[in-house]
């Protein structure tokens, strides 16, 4: 998640720049309690309280508070604020508390101004029932449904007894569930909802603890055509998409001495040293194209038990039944997709190992040319973006989600979650037969898949939200 977020400078928040106000409104510091992440939250002493304008309560977007509750922003003079959901996995140190503000006590605000996208949606507040409002030259959103929980995926709670709790996740309570992508067809695709029912119960110690009951689902099918999202069944269904799932083929492998033989033929002349005693294999896959088998050898080579066994892997490329290795291949990535054009095969990771058993969500792709054999890392071609996570192919085009990633630190990170995005910059695209990028739409947050009429949409698998990428519009959810 990518930065040039011009902080126009002041006191470390970014979204300001101050430009004039279309007009000033009366705002309240709320008396009320509210809790951030499961932590009291100053108002009186907070140089960033939330208000309370119109009877909605205000949520300030400084850099720090937005990345604590998932959220990422940028600003840019022209082109204004952008806030969008993604979670950097970064937890900066808590906002400072040196302001002086009277619970109760009324301010002056004044209704935004300036271009606001959020999650890539251009937001005309001239328009909004619930304006978004600039205090102190930070600007605020009002924790409404379509904000808090449609756009930030935020769970908020209120109690006039204990206040406002607002959490960056859904706090499952009693119920807690999931989206899965399970099919791909033609003219739709299905979506799985996995539920999990609790029952509340007091713990020896106190308070109160949740016993899992029991599990449902519901299914969902995503018309292309209309764009819609409709339910159609509360009973599992099959999953038939298994994209980016490898075969174990570990049956087709031997070992003798210090070689590893595939289909009977020698794969692997020589293994280290160190693996000669302990040739016990971790993993053998095979990804597959319509011409083309993408192999992932991997050896451990010493007795340290597992999940930090060490280990050598081996990437290999199957192609008119000839066998041959990787040479571009960073042995320490972690290969998730094989896709191929008509001129060109790509082999596809989707995360780097750090160290030990740690991997961070680094990817790559390789480009194979078919005529000459060559290999391309398409990341050493585009310097701005450190991470292309392949999706697909359609129209004989490679689609992928390009990510600023981070700076040199953070490809050392060992966290699932250390990718950072530049808003301005990263999003979805299509690399063409020049290898050269297209970009078909700004960054947003989500699990993306192609159908097979070249469609791309992302949907979130928390809340289903789903958007079609392709025409910049988001899936209507028909009511159940």
Known sequence: MKRKLLLCLLLGVLLWCTPAYAQNVSVQVPTFPVELNDVAYDNQRANYPLLVYQDITYFPMTYRMTRSMGLITAWDNTKGLYIAQHDEGLYPEDEKMNGKNKLGGKYTASIADYPIKVNSWSIDNSKEPYPLL???????????????????????????????????????????????????NE?????????????????????????????????????YAADTLQKVSDKEEEVTWKQDIGEDVRSEFTVRGNQIFYKGKVLIEELPEECLDHTNILAYYRFVSDSANLL???????????????????????????????????????????????NAYYVCSDARNVFS?????????????????KETILNDLYSQYKSLEAIGVADDKLYVRAIYFGDEDDLKRPDWYSNKVNLFQDGYFYIDSNDKLHKVHDYV????????????????????????????????????
């Open 134 to 184: 600039n205090f102190r030259g930070v600007t605020y959103f009002p924790l409404s449904w379509r904000y808090a929980h449609d756009e930030f995926g935020w769970n908020i709670k209120w109690d006039a007894k204990t206040g406002l709790q607002v959490r960056p996740y859904q706090d499952h309570g009693t119920v807690s569930s999931s989206y899965a992508l399970i099919q791909v």
């Open 357 to 373: 058993r740690f991997y961070n969500t680094l990817s790559t792709v390789v480009k194979v040319d078919k005529a000459s054999g």
């Open 296 to 342: 992932d050898v991997m050896v451990r080579y010493t007795e340290t038990p597992a999940p930090y066994t060490p280990y050598v892997r081996y990437v290999f490329l199957e192609t008119n039944g000839a066998v041959k290795k990787m040479t571009q291949w960073n042995e320490l990535d972690y290969p998730e997709k094989l896709y191929e054009t008509q």
């Open 445 to 480: 947050d989500g699990e993306a898949f192609l159908t097979p009429n070249g469609k791309l949409y992302v949907y979130n698998s928390d809340t289903l939200q789903v958007i079609n990428l392709t025409d910049h519009k988001k899936v209507t959810r028909l009511a159940d």
């Open 187 to 223: 003219k739709d695709a299905l979506f799985q909802e996995y539920i999990t029912d609790y029952e509340e119960y007091t713990p020896e110690g106190g308070g109160i603890g949740y016993a899992r009951i029991g599990d449902r689902y519901r299914a969902y099918r995503l018309n």
